[in-house]
């Protein structure tokens, strides 16, 4: 790499990151700050827009290019008109499953921000405490303050799925025992188990999880069979799927591994 003498435009600079990180497959964060003579800080707020873009992903100290051939990951606004039907459906079963004084903690993702708007037209319900890292989330839950208290997590806000993640994400998270954990994914798989298409939101499940004693999992059938990049849980760490029918062989072979799953109709 050959540091550049003067300051270019952070566009041109992202732009020629990308092409390092294509070239290299993984390039650190140090490197770079040392070859665009910036900040780490900097590097981080580039390297974070690259991968809001889906080309590149972010792991641990830099960046890795993604695999050619690999499905850029879609954004929210995509998702939300994929099976919008059957997420509503998932979405009205869970909503019946929180009672009023409960507290629950709802992750960032389409279904789930179904989930609370679910939750709003539930006018039986009372003294609900929400976490959440989605900003989506919290703009459903906004009418039904002050019968509900929403706290955002905080953290960084990533603008592909309207998610807080890290630096600083995980802190009110790890704070906190809620009763419930209302989860999404990108993959389910009987020997993989749930995985997600990026590692930050991954790394908020994962504090999700660890901060509840019921995990609920949310995801249309589209999600089966898949295996993406970020490690959530095993199987075992989910207490229910709840998914739309029909039964099918993918079902059966998660029943196989004693996943309780609930068909939402």
């Keep these: 790499m050959t540091t550049t003498s003067e300051p270019i435009p952070a566009e041109v600079r992202r732009e020629r990151m990308l092409e390092l ?34 080309l ?24 939300l008109g994929a099976a919008a039907l059957e997420k509503a459906a998932i979405a009205k079963a869970a909503a019946l499953l929180v009672g009023s004084g409960d507290s629950i903690v709802i992750d960032a993702g389409t279904t789930t921000t179904f989930l609370a708007r679910a939750l709003v037209a539930r006018r039986d319900l009372t003294d609900l405490v929400v976490f959440t890292n989605s900003t989506s ?3 459903e839950l906004e009418p039904a303050i002050p ?54 939101e991954a790394e908020m499940k994962i504090r999700m999880l660890k901060a509840t004693g019921r995990h609920i999992l949310l995801a249309d059938p589209g999600k089966f069979g898949r295996t993406d990049l970020a ?35």
């Design 231 to 265: 490690p959530v849980c095993a199987l075992n760490e989910i207490d229910l799927l709840i998914t739309t029918g029909p039964e099918t062989a993918e079902l059966a072979h998660l029943r196989e591994r004693g996943l309780r799953i609930e068909l939402a109709r």
């Design 21 to 54: 990180v294509q070239e290299q497959d993984f390039v650190r964060i140090a490197a770079l700050a040392e070859a665009f003579a910036v900040s780490v800080v900097t590097v981080r707020g580039d390297l974070d827009t690259l991968e809001a873009q889906g």
């Design 147 to 200: 019968r509900f208290s929403v706290v955002l997590s905080g953290g960084t806000l990533r603008p592909l799925q309207h998610s807080l993640v890290d630096p600083m994400g995980g802190r009110i998270i790890e704070s906190i025992h809620a009763d419930t954990a209302f989860l999404s994914c990108s993959g389910i798989h009987p020997d993989t188990g749930v995985t997600n298409i990026n590692i930050p």
């Design 137 to 139: 989330a919290a703009h």
């Design 56 to 79: 590149i992903r972010r792991v641990r100290g830099g960046a890795r290019a993604v695999p050619q051939g690999s499905a850029a990951e879609p954004s929210y606004e995509q998702s």
